[in-house]
């Protein structure tokens, strides 16, 4: 009886030890990203004021001031005060990208990081597209789950540095303030570099976007949709 005791104990003993290790460890990169994706699911259209600069060795954008809608699925609409509208995609957050990336990644966490004196998790992100592979990294607030910097290695094209700044809308949405792009373009493959050395250096785009004015789950009309600048 007394050994069945010991034994009961030393199960005991084991369960708590392993579940504590198991709390100790924390999420895991799936878990992360799951809290990550719920934070951008409350947020089903906005319209938002934004100041737009682009900086790029390769072609003049003036500073714009723009409007854009945004509406699930994704829905979008740009007005400019300059009659017509460019907008880079990789700078605005459309729809849940971070539910893009658990539909069909494979993911890893790689520890602990600090973005600007708050603590994130670091997650790794390999997957396809357009049938070639993409190694991206994520850094996650370890307390609101925003994804606060993200970079993306492509095998072919530019890759990628994304930073972000957020504000809190009506109390319960979190949406960017700020956002700021480098898109690092390599070298052309066969550019004779001795003839131009500037060639063979990447090129680098910064794309730099500053958000206010949000209105958000406003219930947009489709009609603000369709036509030349936007999709139906």
């Known amino acids: ?47 938002v004021d934004a100041k737009l600069r682009v900086e790029s060795p390769n072609i003049h954008v003036p500073e714009a001031s723009i409007r854009i809608f945004f509406k699930r699925p994704r829905k979008l609409h740009v007005e400019s005060d300059r009659g017509f509208a460019i907008l880079p995609r990789q700078g605005v957050v459309l729809d849940n990208p971070v539910r893009e ?29 357009f049938d070639r592979r993409v190694e991206s990294t994520l850094w996650v607030d370890a307390r609101r789950w925003l994804v606060l910097r993200m970079s993306a290695n492509p095998e072919v094209g530019p890759s990628s540095e994304v930073s972000l700044w957020y ?18 373009t390599p070298p052309l493959p066969g550019l004779d570099t001795n003839k131009n050395p500037t060639d063979a250096k990447p090129a680098v785009t910064v794309i730099d976007m500053r958000f206010s004015k949000y209105k958000v789950n406003t219930g947009i009309s489709d009609k603000i949709f369709e ?4 999709k139906k």
């Open 1 to 47: 009886m007394e050994k069945m005791k010991n034994l009961a104990v030393m199960i005991t003993i084991i369960t708590l030890v392993t579940v504590g290790a198991c709390y100790a460890a924390g999420p895991s990169a799936r878990q992360i990203l799951e809290n990550a994706a719920r934070v951008y699911d409350a947020v089903q259209d906005y319209v």
């Open 227 to 230: 036509g030349e600048n936007g």
């Open 101 to 129: 990336i658990l539909k069909e990644a494979t993911l890893s966490l790689a520890g602990t990081d600090q973005v600007e004196g708050v603590r994130c998790y670091v997650i790794r992100v390999s997957h396809k597209q």
């Open 167 to 184: 504000t809190r809308v009506a109390g319960k949405y979190w949406l960017p303030s700020r956002t700021h792009t480098k898109l690092i």
